[in-house]
C-alpha cells in the first residue's frame, strides 16, 4: 500500500514562498510520474505540475516561472517550490503518483493521492 503524505502548507503574505514537501512510502514509486493538483473551494481540482523519473518537468501556464517541481528518488519525496505567490494559488495541494511514462495532467491517470495540505495567500 502506497502513501502520500504531503506537508509544508501555510498562510503567507502575496509574494511570499512556501515550499511543499510529499513523502511516499510503501513501495517504490522511483519509476513513476508525480505530480501536484490544487483544488479550491467551490472548484474542480486542477492540474498544477508534473515530473517523471528522469526529471523531466511539466507546469500549468498560470504556474511558470513561479513554481519549481523537483524530486529525490533516494528519499522518495517530491517538492514543490511556490514564488510569487498570489491570492488565486490558494487551495488545498495535493500530491498524486501515476505508472504513466508521461506526464498526465488528468486525475484519474493518477493512482495514489495524499491527504492534500493547505495553502492560503492573503493580499
Known amino acids: 500500500q502506497v502513501q502520500l503524505v504531503e506537508s509544508g502548507g501555510g498562510l503567507v503574505q502575496a509574494g511570499g514562498s512556501l515550499r511543499l514537501a510529499c513523502a511516499a512510502s510503501g513501495r517504490t514509486l522511483s519509476n513513476y510520474a508525480m505530480a501536484w493538483f490544487r483544488q479550491a473551494p467551490g472548484k474542480e481540482r486542477e492540474f498544477v505540475a508534473a515530473?517523471?523519473?528522469?526529471?523531466?518537468?511539466y507546469y500549468t501556464d498560470s504556474v511558470k516561472g513561479r513554481f519549481t517541481i523537483s524530486r529525490d528518488n533516494a528519499k522518495i519525496t517530491v517538492y514543490l517550490q511556490m514564488n510569487s505567490l498570489k491570492p488565486e494559488d490558494t487551495a488545498v495541494y495535493y500530491c498524486?503518483?501515476?505508472?504513466?511514462?508521461?506526464?498526465?495532467?488528468?486525475?484519474?491517470?493518477?493512482?495514489?493521492w495524499g491527504q492534500g495540505t493547505q495553502v492560503t495567500v492573503s493580499s
Open positions: 498524486a503518483a501515476s505508472p504513466s511514462v508521461l506526464l498526465p495532467t488528468e486525475p484519474t491517470k493518477y493512482n495514489y
Open positions: 515530473i517523471n523519473w528522469s526529471a523531466r518537468q
